[in-house]
């Protein structure tokens, strides 16, 4: 049972870290993409400012944090997690749970769909508009992404601190 419980905690724990990354990642898109409205055949200091090629590396460096950390994540809420519900859980909380391990399809695919749009901007062979504009789009899909993350996460920490409650109350009740 403490295992149970030390589960649910690292995973709550979880959610707060990636939180965060998910905060950075989106103001690192939103600085490369002001710095593509300069126009790029000037020498530009900006101090504190990444030039467009350090700005979408540092991007897809981060992004391959984040997606390695989610899968890890999603991994063990899908392993163990998913075994702790089906051993210690009542049936509405191991549906819920259920469903929104469901979402996690979807969450990857936004990952990869991202983690392409980079690669493509790195590239740099698109005519300026072009790349401004997928840069734009790039923005607001993280943006609605890291939404989507935060909601998915937000249900699941209700449903986890509920089970970390009955563990907790089964336990002592075993003492």
Same mark, same amino acid.
């Given at each position: ?88 859980? !009542? *049936?509405?909380? %191991?549906?819920?749970?259920?469903? #929104? ?5 979807? +969450?990857?695919?936004?990952? $990869? ?36 993350? !935060? *909601?998915?996460? %937000?249900?699941?920490?209700?449903? #986890? ?5 009955? +563990?907790?109350?089964?336990? $002592?009740?075993?003492?």
């Amino acid at each position: 049972m403490e295992d149970a419980i030390a589960l649910i905690d690292k995973i709550i724990e979880e959610h707060k870290t990636i939180s965060q990354e998910l905060q950075d990642f989106e103001q690192i898109a939103n600085d490369a993409k002001a710095i593509t409205a300069f126009d790029k055949s000037k020498e530009v200091f900006m101090p504190g400012r990444f030039n467009d090629k350090q700005g979408l590396e540092a991007f897809a460096q981060l992004l391959d944090t984040i997606t390695e950390g989610m899968h890890g994540h999603f991994g063990r809420e899908e392993g163990p997690l998913m075994g702790v519900l089906k051993e210690h859980g !009542e *049936e509405e909380l %191991r549906t819920a749970m259920h469903s #929104l391990l469901l979402e996690h399809e979807n +969450l990857k695919k936004r990952l $990869a769909y991202t983690k392409n749009e980079v690669t493509i901007l790195q590239v740099g062979k698109l005519p300026t508009q072009l790349w401004q504009a997928r840069g734009y789009d790039m923005r607001a899909y993280i943006t609605h992404t890291r939404n989507l993350f !935060e *909601e998915h996460a %937000r249900l699941e920490q209700d449903l #986890l601190h509920t089970l970390r409650s009955e +563990l907790s109350g089964k336990q $002592a009740r075993n003492s």
